[in-house]
């Protein structure tokens, strides 16, 4: 699995050096950048741009590639044991997704489940700096069996909708918690907000009707968790 770009290159090298495959360089680096390249211990193998860019697929790689080993996702079960789960059920947006976990991971979520049949890791980690290979990541394409369960071990949902309470004036339950978000154009379907336990959103201001998922996922997140 290839990821590339100078920010992710180092964040592998420095706490996820276990997954380096292979190393890759394309452009000359000043000394400093050189030396803590080699003080890692990997092999460097020159690319020349044109298979810079074959291998990033016309990404902005900026000269710095890792193949890396592809990251497993975590069992439903192994998160149950978290105080906060995010849910993202409708969102195809790779920027959008990489941009929720790492928000997530940074404010302290203990784990991410996504609904859908795949989830394209090579961008989630770049757009997530990294944080995508920290943040347990549960796949499935059964948002209401996944509900059920959880609500089973005793998680409160939360749903995030434009016509919800406004969140700030809302008492946090003290039960665990997963916070559910639906897709910018659609939102969540009726069915998965029947079947949770209460409906929030956020207050707009300026005749502005919406915000995007992942600024309205960071005010609900902080939120729900400094309440």
């Known amino acids: 699995m290839i990821v590339y770009g100078k920010q992710i290159f180092f964040y592998i090298l420095e706490h996820h050096k276990d997954l380096v495959k292979e190393l890759y360089l394309a452009k000359e680096c000043d000394k400093a950048t050189f030396a803590k390249i080699v003080k890692s211990g990997?092999?460097?193998?020159?690319?020349?741009?044109?298979?810079?860019?074959?291998?990033?697929k016309g990404g902005n790689h900026q000269g710095f590639l890792l193949d890396i080993k592809q990251n497993s996702f975590a069992d439903l079960n192994e998160i149950?044991?978290?105080?906060?789960i995010v849910m993202l059920y409708g969102i195809s947006d790779v920027g959008n997704i990489g941009a929720i976990i790492r928000t997530a991971y940074a404010l302290g979520v203990g784990a991410l489940i996504f609904i859908g049949e795949k989830l394209a890791m090579e961008g989630i980690i770049r757009t997530s700096s990294?944080?995508?290979l920290d943040l347990?990541?549960?796949?499935?394409?059964?948002?209401?069996?996944?509900?059920?369960?959880?609500?089973?071990?005793?998680?409160?949902?939360?749903?995030?909708?434009?016509?919800?309470?406004?969140?700030?004036?809302?008492?946090?339950?003290?039960?665990?918690?997963?916070?559910?978000l639906g897709s910018e154009g659609y939102g969540l379907s009726s069915k998965i907000i029947k079947k949770c336990d209460e409906c929030v959103g956020i207050a707009m201001k300026n005749n502005f009707d919406s915000l995007n998922v992942n600024a309205a996922f960071a005010i609900l997140c902080d939120r729900i968790i400094n309440a």
């Open 42 to 56: 990997f092999k460097i193998k020159k690319l020349d741009f044109k298979t810079a860019q074959a291998y990033a």
């Open 80 to 84: 149950k044991k978290n105080d906060f």
């Open 130 to 132: 990294g944080a995508a």
């Open 136 to 180: 347990p990541i549960v796949l499935s394409n059964n948002a209401l069996n996944v509900i059920n369960e959880l609500k089973q071990v005793g998680f409160y949902f939360y749903a995030s909708d434009s016509s919800g309470k406004e969140i700030h004036s809302i008492k946090i339950n003290d039960n665990k918690k997963v916070l559910i």
